[in-house]
């Protein structure tokens, strides 16, 4: 039987069952063909990953592009790239990023940020990066990291970053739930009604 291995190698041999075909074929559409790349500039920033974008425009048009409010029509207008836009990072941009990154949509972040100038949504940009290190994206915050991200073999290899094992709330039954408590008996004991 030949098959190709997730890396596009055939592979020939009577040792493979289609038991293992089926799990390299699966495995193989599991590998992202496109890399899902979030952008983000703050306002004195984006000029400057404007011109690191347009330097790699070629690289960038062949991955799947998402972006804060503004960064993103830049992005599209000035570079013809196609952008899914978000709302603008004070708005609630950077959070929808984050909820993508957490959700394993997101596989690196391009986030120039101003360290000079204060924030309005400062506490949203720290919620990003924060998110963005803990489910193990590279970041790249100034051009020279974006140059080496860009540029890496890994962008166009079959690389996936590991995810951290975290354990997701369970859903349904909640043990303020399960004491079943009358409210009108202010004397029961429990979650609901701390002594």
């Given at each position: 039987m030949t098959v190709s291995d997730p890396t596009g190698t055939n592979i020939t041999g009577t040792n493979i069952t289609s038991t293992d075909a089926t799990v390299l074929q699966a495995a193989s559409k599991d590998l992202p063909s496109r890399r899902r790349i979030a952008?983000?500039?703050?306002?004195?920033?984006?000029?400057?990953?404007?011109?690191?974008?347009?330097?790699?425009?070629d690289t960038l048009r062949a991955h799947e592009l998402y972006a804060t409010g503004t960064t993103g029509t830049l992005l599209e207008y000035e570079l013809g790239l196609r952008v899914h836009r978000f709302l603008s990072g004070?708005?609630?941009?950077?959070?929808?990023?984050?909820?993508?990154?957490?959700?394993?949509?997101?596989?690196?972040?391009?986030?120039?940020?101003?360290?000079?100038?204060?924030?309005?949504?400062?506490?949203?940009?720290?919620?990003?990066?924060?998110?963005?290190?803990?489910?193990?994206?590279?970041?790249?915050?100034?051009?020279?990291?974006?140059?080496?991200?860009?540029?890496?073999?890994?962008?166009?290899?079959?690389?996936?970053?590991?995810?951290?094992?975290?354990?997701?709330?369970?859903?349904?039954?909640?043990?303020l739930l399960a004491a079943e408590v009358d409210p009108a008996d202010r004397s029961a004991k429990g979650p609901a009604y701390p002594a």
């Amino acid at each position: 039987m030949t098959v190709s291995d997730p890396t596009g190698t055939n592979i020939t041999g009577t040792n493979i069952t289609s038991t293992d075909a089926t799990v390299l074929q699966a495995a193989s559409k599991d590998l992202p063909s496109r890399r899902r790349i979030a952008m983000v500039a703050h306002d004195n920033k984006k000029v400057d990953l404007l011109s690191w974008a347009e330097f790699n425009v070629d690289t960038l048009r062949a991955h799947e592009l998402y972006a804060t409010g503004t960064t993103g029509t830049l992005l599209e207008y000035e570079l013809g790239l196609r952008v899914h836009r978000f709302l603008s990072g004070p708005l609630g941009g950077d959070q929808q990023i984050g909820a993508k990154i957490a959700e394993g949509e997101i596989d690196m972040l391009i986030f120039f940020w101003d360290p000079l100038e204060p924030q309005p949504h400062d506490p949203d940009v720290k919620a990003l990066l924060r998110l963005a290190a803990l489910w193990n994206i590279p970041v790249a915050n100034n051009v020279a990291t974006a140059d080496m991200i860009i540029s890496s073999p890994l962008l166009s290899s079959s690389y996936a970053a590991t995810r951290p094992d975290v354990e997701r709330p369970a859903t349904g039954a909640s043990p303020l739930l399960a004491a079943e408590v009358d409210p009108a008996d202010r004397s029961a004991k429990g979650p609901a009604y701390p002594a």
